[in-house]
């Protein structure tokens, strides 16, 4: 069970998806509704979350001008124009956590007081079911307690790890993109199952249940993923014989050049925002 969190009002600008998994994540881990603010234009969404969450629904601005941390949770194309609305508001001394995919902590510092403490977050969808996975990056006036209070507002979701920024679009690749790779391969999988004569609904409990399995192994054992493959595969098995056509039609290389292409697409979204 998780500690109960402490701390300054945290205002979640941005409702969406993310913004609720965070908010709704805070709570759970012990922090107070009336601790937490939300910014939110849209009226219905702001009803629904003020009853389903018990928090106060406001505007951007007064969201800003009230909370001590704001999470920033909107689509990289919008940050400028959240920022822009908000920096008229925002004063040294606030935290500011960015959780935009490519968006840099340089690009929301420039518009924003000088002395604004900045922190990058790459969060990824199982943060829904509280096992995300979250890399912060510190910005030019950021501390220790800043990171500290990003690590433990994502903490509310799953796991936080440190890392330098310029490792954040390998880290958007890999983790962030990371989720959509798994889909495709449980999707290829069940498609495989249903083509071999298993019914749609037995094909996905066996490939569901094999990938928790599998990754709950890889956690709880710390064994390198060769060490647990090797044990799988018996020598001339079922499983080398899938290998074998898997390392024939270069998936492995495949794997490679996709995440390259993500990092690049990070890099490029960080260069139009810059």
């Given at each position: 069970?998780?500690?109960?969190?402490?701390?300054?009002?945290?205002?979640?600008?941005?409702?969406?998806?993310?913004?609720?998994?965070?908010?709704?994540?805070?709570?759970?881990?012990?922090?107070?509704?009336?601790?937490?603010?939300?910014?939110?234009?849209?009226?219905?969404?702001?009803?629904?979350?003020?009853?389903?969450?018990?928090?106060?629904?406001?505007?951007?601005?007064?969201?800003?001008?009230?909370?001590?941390?704001?999470?920033?949770?909107?689509?990289?194309?919008?940050?400028?124009?959240?920022?822009?609305?908000?920096?008229?508001?925002?004063?040294?001394?606030?935290?500011?956590?960015?959780?935009?995919?490519?968006?840099?902590?340089?690009?929301?510092?420039?518009?924003?007081?000088?002395?604004?403490?900045?922190?990058?977050?790459?969060?990824?969808?199982?943060?829904?079911?509280?096992?995300?996975?979250?890399?912060?990056?510190?910005?030019?006036?950021?501390?220790?307690?800043?990171?500290?209070?990003?690590?433990?507002?994502?903490?509310?979701?799953?796991?936080?790890?440190?890392?330098?920024?310029?490792?954040?679009?390998?880290?958007?690749?890999?983790?962030?993109?990371?989720?959509?790779?798994?889909?495709?391969?449980?999707?290829?999988?069940?498609?495989?199952?249903?083509?071999?004569?298993?019914?749609?609904?037995?094909?996905?409990?066996?490939?569901?249940?094999?990938?928790?399995?599998?990754?709950?192994?890889?956690?709880?054992t710390g064994e390198h993923p060769v060490v647990l493959r090797e044990r799988v595969t018996s020598p001339g098995g079922t499983t080398a014989a899938a290998l074998r056509q898997l390392e024939e039609h270069k998936v492995r290389a495949a794997f490679l050049v996709a995440i390259e292409a993500a990092r690049d697409r990070s890099r490029a979204l960080a260069a139009g925002m810059d």
């Amino acid at each position: 069970m998780r500690e109960p969190l402490t701390g300054p009002t945290v205002a979640i600008i941005g409702a969406g998806v993310m913004g609720e998994t965070l908010l709704s994540g805070l709570i759970r881990a012990g922090r107070r509704a009336d601790d937490l603010l939300v910014g939110e234009k849209r009226r219905e969404r702001a009803h629904e979350l003020e009853e389903r969450y018990g928090v106060s629904v406001v505007s951007n601005v007064d969201a800003a001008q009230k909370a001590g941390t704001l999470v920033l949770v909107v689509k990289p194309q919008d940050m400028g124009d959240v920022l822009d609305e908000l920096a008229p508001v925002v004063r040294p001394g606030q935290l500011v956590v960015s959780l935009a995919a490519g968006i840099t902590t340089s690009f929301v510092e420039a518009r924003l007081p000088e002395g604004v403490a900045v922190v990058r977050v790459m969060p990824n969808t199982p943060a829904l079911v509280d096992e995300g996975m979250a890399a912060i990056s510190r910005g030019s006036h950021c501390d220790e307690s800043h990171l500290a209070e990003a690590e433990s507002l994502m903490a509310s979701t799953g796991k936080v790890i440190r890392v330098p920024e310029r490792q954040q679009d390998a880290v958007t690749a890999i983790s962030g993109s990371g989720p959509g790779y798994i889909f495709f391969v449980v999707e290829a999988m069940i498609e495989a199952g249903v083509h071999l004569g298993l019914p749609r609904g037995t094909a996905a409990e066996l490939v569901v249940q094999t990938l928790v399995g599998s990754a709950k192994l890889l956690r709880d054992t710390g064994e390198h993923p060769v060490v647990l493959r090797e044990r799988v595969t018996s020598p001339g098995g079922t499983t080398a014989a899938a290998l074998r056509q898997l390392e024939e039609h270069k998936v492995r290389a495949a794997f490679l050049v996709a995440i390259e292409a993500a990092r690049d697409r990070s890099r490029a979204l960080a260069a139009g925002m810059d």
